[in-house]
Nanobody
Framework: VHLVESGGGLVQAGGSLRLSCAAS????????MGWFRQAPGKEREFEAC????????YYADSVKGRFTISRDNAKNTVYLQMNSLKPEDTAVYYC????????????????????WGQGTQVTVSS
């Protein structure tokens, strides 16, 4: 599985960006997809994830109400719509795919995902 993020850039505080992550693989529709971010000097952290059917989506408290994750299985793409951006949202944003099943999991954890993109930089100026 190959993941390629796009859509990052420089935006003013209060602005919006939409990140995209294009995935290879014929079974994209069965993957759980997630977005993480890593700010300078910090650990990579969970932001959002979405089930294969889009029935379930989960968010970190820091982005709940501002970010929306969605997916288009016909296009093998997952999106992260980011509104009301803040300077503290500045980070490299990573797309991740979970292609395996397990009965016990915590989708906020990096180890639950087995494929990662290269990341896209988002910079929010004050």
């Amino acid at each position: 599985v190959h993941l390629v993020e796009s859509g990052g850039g420089l935006v003013q505080a209060g602005g919006s960006l939409r990140l995209s992550c294009a995935a290879s693989g014929r079974t994209f529709s069965s993957y759980v997809m997630g977005w993480f971010r890593q700010a300078p000097g910090k650990e990579r952290e969970f932001e959002a994830c979405i089930s294969w059917s889009s029935d379930n989506a989960y968010y970190a408290d820091s982005v709940k109400g501002r970010f929306t994750i969605s997916r288009d299985n016909a296009k093998n793409t997952v999106y992260l719509q980011m509104n009301s951006l803040k300077p503290e949202d500045t980070a490299v944003y990573y797309c991740a795919a979970r292609t395996f099943y397990s009965s016990d999991y915590d989708l906020r954890q990096e180890y639950e995902y087995n494929y990662w993109g290269q990341g896209t930089q988002v910079t929010v100026s004050s």
